[in-house]
Each structure stands twice: as structure tokens, then as C-alpha cells.
């Protein structure tokens, strides 16, 4: 509607112009490129950048790509299909490959969770994982000469400048600079190769089966593939470390060098739009598309979102979004059972009829993934020797869900039993044995 109309209006004045001569109509002459840059500015995309930054929520608005549920995507390691899941319950998302994925590994949802694919920026992970790893903090950094293959992901680092491993560390995470990863590789193994050569000893020790490093920046390359799967145990294994921690979730760092003031804004757009967002790296090629790994941290649940190769940028923090949500709402804490809670009864072995009641020892609750099903509650309760005391263990209560265990509690007695008076104690053993 846009372009039409300014070509009508654009006609129209050179008519104008032209019968009048007159200069008082000659700004009408670039009423198009005017209108032409008006369009771009109302773009769907571009409120959502300028509500973002400006301190809104792209968690509120609603996604720009049409997002699809596949057939092959899997809860748990099953195909949702398998599993009589309603659709409605799966995460809508676009990405050609993603994963969420718990604190201690578990995933909970996957699409194409092996398949290798290029990683983009999300390299620098491994590069800050081997640059604290393999470097003392008070490593003093100069910045080389040798990287002008960079490209055009910058932190704006100038040759020979010096900064603290720790400075580096902030241009190589929050701005994502490709000098910053070479600066690094150079400063801590004397050259990319041998840094590279360190990326792949650290992912073959972190059990990563399909990763391959071939530079320490992500600009693609033969060689240079990773999978959602892969970059999930990097990333939770990079949030372990508190330096890495601390500067993911950082949305701007300040800092000064030996000859530049640096102020970085970091990429991660969902630090300040996502609640309980700590994390922590994104990227972009030609060949990897729009690629995410997020993190996220409430009730003291954590949830990583891995988003490969989404068509547009903030269409991977939407698909962020939108798993961390699903994460968050169906991988939860569930209150099992208070304690003493009185659930059976158990017999006294001393006894021919007496029973004491048996309660659940403590309180229980266990984070379960409600999607699997109920909880099944299994109860074993054992006869106890008489004398009885508050508190002696009589059984178990397990709880499963899915056939794996979740949870357990021992079974304790609520109330005292004497042992009986020997002569009587006589008489219930001869009577059981001819029972």
C-alpha cells in the first residue's frame, strides 16, 4: 500500500512541478526515498528492536516467522507422536535444530539433536572455556596484527593494545568480537592452529561426539560443525565456571585499555527482555543461519534453550523464548508427600493383630517433567519388632513416573508398641505356627 501510493503521489508532483516551475514543490521530489525510509521503520521487526531497546519485552510480542511442530521432534527422546501428546502442547517453534535441555542434562525436547551443523559465534564458548582454562588471570594480553580475517563481527580491538584476560574475555563474550577470539588463540597458544588443537582436546574430554573446531571465531569453514546436543553440554559446562558465568550475563561492559575506552553491548537481546535470562551466546553466518543458546534461571530451576538456524535475527530469540517457556512450565517442582502423612499400616511381629500407623518421614517433593504422565505412588511396608519407638523405620514410599524412580521416602511408626510380656509372647508364637 506504501509503495503504491508514494509512486501516485511521486507522479503526481512532477506533474505539478512541471506546469507551475515553481520551487516552492520541489521537496516532493523526495517524498520517496522519505516514505520508502518510513516503511522500513513501521517493519514488525523494527518495533520490536526499538521496544527492546528502549526496555519492553520481546517476550510480548508476537512472533514474525511461521513456526512449525514436526513430526520427528522428540520429548524426553521420543517422538512426540509416540508419546499421545496433544499438539498444543509442543513448543512452535522455527529453527532447523534446538534442544532444551535441564541443568543436569536432561532433555526435555529436541529437533535434529545430532545432526551437525555449522555453530557461527556460538565457537566462542569453547574459545573462553580453553582461554580460562589453559591461561592464568593475570595473563597480560596484547592484541596481534594477524586478524585481518576477522570479518565483520568486531569488538574494535586496535593492534598492540594491552588489556587484562579478563577485558578480552568481555569483547570475546558480550560483543562477540572475532578479533577477540584470535587475540586470545595467539595469547594463549601462540597461534590459532595450536589453539584449535586445544578446542578439540577440551571437546573430546567434555564427550562431545559431534564437534569439530577449525578456527576460534565460527566464521564457516570445512571442519567447523557442532550439534544442538554438543553446544548444550558446552554451554552447561561453561556456565559452571564462574568468570563465564559472571560476563554472559552481563547486558553492557565498560572498559579501558592501554589505548581505547571500550563500551559493549552484548548481542543476547533476551538478557533484558526475559525474566531470569543469565546467558549466554549467540551467532550468525551465511551457513550456520541465526543460531542462540540461552539460559535461564527461576525458582531454582535452570533451563538452556539451544535455536539453530533460524531464517531471521529475532526470530532465534523467539524460538529461545518460546522453549525456555515450555521448559519452565512443564519442568517444575512438585510437592509429593508432608510429612507424617499417615499412608498404611504395619504389623507388629510380636503381635497376632497389632498394627501401628506408618507415615511418611519427610517432606517430599522432587522437579518432574509432568508431560510424562502421573506419578505413581508405590508403598512397601514391612513388619516392625515390637518394641515399637516413634520414628523406627517400618517401609518405603517410592514415587515413578514414566517407570523411573523421582522420589522416595522412608516410612517411619507414629505411635509406641511395647514388646508383650514374655508368657504371652509364648502364646502368639505357638498360635501363629498352627496357624
Known sequence: MWGKGTEIAYETAQRTDDMNTGKDLRWLRWLPR?????????????????VVVMGGSAYALPRVAVAVIKSTDQIDGVKWTERDLPRAAMPDVDCKAGC???????????????????????????????????????????VP????????????????????????LEALLVKSGNDAAITAAVNVAGSEDAFVQLMNLKAADLGLEHTHFANPH???????????????????????????????????????????????????????????????????????????VDSAQRDGIEIYAVVLGTAGDLDRFFDARDLMDFGFAHFRTQELATSGTIIGRAK????????????????????VFDLLGDIERQIEVHPIKAPVHVGDVAGEVRYVQDGKLVASSPLVATKEVKRPFFLVGWYFAVVKLFK
Open 34 to 50: 522519505l516514505l520508502h525510509l518510513l516503511r522500513i521503520l513501521l517493519r514488525v521487526r523494527f518495533l520490536i528492536l526499538l
Open 100 to 142: 532444551v535441555v535441564t541443568a543436569d542434562g536432561r532433555v526435555l525436547w529436541s529437533r535434529a539433536l545430532n545432526s551437525e551443523r555449522a555453530m557461527a559465534s556460538i565457537t566462542k564458548i569453547m574459545t573462553a572455556i580453553v582461554t580460562i582454562e589453559e591461561s592464568d588471570p593475570e595473563l597480560p594480553i596484547v
Open 145 to 168: 596484527s594477524i586478524y585481518a580475517e576477522a570479518g565483520e563481527s568486531s569488538a574494535g580491538l586496535v593492534k598492540g593494545e594491552k588489556m587484562t584476560r579478563h577485558e578480552l
Open 218 to 292: 565460527g566464521l564457516d569453514q570445512d571442519g567447523h560443525y557442532t550439534s544442538a546436543a554438543d553446544i548444550a553440554t558446552m554451554a552447561r559446562y561453561a556456565m559452571s565456571l564462574p568468570d563465564f558465568r559472571d560476563i554472559v550475563g552481563r547486558a553492557q561492559v565498560s572498559f579501558k585499555t592501554s589505548k581505547v575506552k571500550h563500551t559493549l553491548h552484548n548481542t543476547n537481546i533476551l538478557l533484558q527482555s526475559y525474566e531470569g535470562c543469565n546467558g549466554v551466546k549467540t551467532g550468525w553466518t551465511d551457513k550456520a543461519g541465526y543460531c542462540v
Open 348 to 367: 507388629v511381629s510380636q503381635y497376632l493383630e497389632r498394627t501401628v500407623p506408618v507415615a511418611v518421614s519427610t517432606d517430599t517433593s522432587a522437579v
